[in-house]
């Protein structure tokens, strides 16, 4: 029988050219460039580019690229209807999954998958997307929908129509960084389900709908909310060493550590520290900071041996709350950035494509009878 792989561990199911992982070593590099000098250097516009066109952009392409987001900033009217009839108590992965999806019935030809039809799509669906997530806080706030300003980038429109003011420069940078340590990540779940889906010659919308679905997922995307839900379940700094050698014995895993292919400090965390550390001390929120501190310092003499370490979500959660976003939609900011990701591998899919379909071992009995239903 061919070799089980529980979990797919260790099995090579797609090539790619955006994202290269040195899970030993703590180095993730797009296109080659590492991520610490994209999120030093660059702005997540330029990097959707380089992950879709495989390389840097000149001025006057990234002006074009850029200039095709803010053209799509606006959702169709008819999806901003649909928001409106979202229930209040809705939780927003579940919206977003379910706003995403409806974008494709305002698409005339929502199932045309060639290259170049891909490539416009994928662009649409991640310059509305941040809208679709703005308006539905605001919605299940009481608040009015705030349209895009298109003279602003995709980081700072979006802030602005969530908050219904501009963000202040250093704010909207930090989320800027945010979006470009998130875009993506070689074939992590979600990644991989978008392929799987679109391996069948399905859609853009299915594919990305799919993904939010498995991104969604408290071991995946969803963690960063688990890492706040803890850090505020923590008193004080104090409290840190009981909280996490409770956890550890009991078997429970802590939110924003471990992972499947990182056996050191993931490069994520490392760019994402250092930016929560400015924005905590910044906006009054060292508390939220020292404690994560200190549970990295625990988990560093307890568990590093067993390599695990911090992965992106965990200082994530830190970040995003200075830069006062609600807990609820911090996996939803994932999103916004993997979408990047996920049409990128949307695409790469289909100019090579081969239908997924896994085998498995089969364990159970063979040759057995039916047995009528009255002599069972
Ligand atoms: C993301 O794949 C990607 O690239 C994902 C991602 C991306 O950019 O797309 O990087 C984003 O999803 C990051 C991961 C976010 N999830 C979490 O932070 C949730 C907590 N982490 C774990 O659930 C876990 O580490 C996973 C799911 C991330 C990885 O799980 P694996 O590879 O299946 O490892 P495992 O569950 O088999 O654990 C191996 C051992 C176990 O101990 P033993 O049973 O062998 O004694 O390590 C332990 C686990 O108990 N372990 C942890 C732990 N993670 C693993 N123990 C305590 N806390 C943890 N967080």
Redesign the pocket.
């Known amino acids: 029988m061919p070799e089980f792989s529980k979990?797919l561990?260790g099995v090579v199911a797609a090539e790619t050219e955006m994202s290269f992982?040195d899970g030993q070593h703590g180095v993730l590099e797009y296109v080659g460039i590492a991520i610490g000098d994209l999120a030093r250097s660059s702005t997540f516009e330029e990097t959707v580019y380089l992950l879709w066109n495989k390389k840097l952009p000149t001025q006057a392409e990234l002006d074009a690229f850029t200039k095709g987001l803010r053209d799509n900033y606006d959702p169709p009217a008819g999806v901003l209807e649909l928001v409106k009839n979202m229930p209040k108590d809705a939780q927003p992965m579940h919206v977003l999954r379910t706003l995403v999806s409806s974008l494709a019935l305002f698409d005339p030809n929502p199932n045309a998958n060639d290259v170049p039809a891909a490539r416009e799509k994928a662009l649409k669906i991640l310059a509305a997307t941040p809208a679709i997530v703005a308006a539905f806080d605001r919605h299940r706030r009481g608040e009015k929908f705030v349209p895009a300003d298109k003279s602003l980038g995709f980081s700072e429109n979006f802030m602005y129509m969530l908050n219904g003011e501009k963000p202040t420069a250093a704010m909207a940078r930090a989320f800027d960084i945010c979006m470009i340590t998130?875009a993506d990540?070689?074939l992590?779940?979600?990644?991989f389900t978008a392929r799987v889906v679109i391996s069948t010659l399905s859609d853009l919308y299915s594919a990305m709908t799919a993904a939010i679905g498995s991104l969604r997922g408290?071991?995946?995307?969803g963690?960063n909310e688990?890492?706040m839900v803890m850090l505020n379940e923590l008193e004080s700094v104090d409290e840190a060493e009981a909280y996490v050698t409770n956890?550890?014995k009991n078997?429970?895993?802590?939110?924003?550590?471990?992972?499947?292919?990182?056996k050191s400090k993931?490069p994520?965390a490392s760019e994402l520290q250092t930016l929560a550390r400015q924005l905590a001390e910044d906006t009054g929120n060292m508390d939220l900071y020292e404690k994560s501190h200190a549970i990295e310092e625990v988990m560093e003499r307890e568990?590093a041996s067993?390599g695990?370490y911090p992965?992106?979500?965990?200082y994530s959660a830190t970040t995003y709350h200075c830069i006062g976003l609600k807990l609820d939609l911090f996996t939803p900011m994932f999103a916004l950035s993997?979408l990047a990701g996920w049409s990128g591998h949307v695409i790469e899919q289909l100019e090579d494509n081969r239908l997924y379909r896994p085998t498995t071992n089969y364990v159970g009995p063979h040759k057995v009878a039916y047995t009528p239903i009255e002599k069972r």
């Open positions: 979990g561990e992982i998130h990540h070689g992590n779940n979600s990644t408290p071991l995946h995307g963690a688990g890492v956890k550890l078997k429970d895993k802590i939110m924003g550590f471990g992972h499947r292919v990182y993931d994520r568990v067993k695990i992965n992106v979500d965990f993997r």
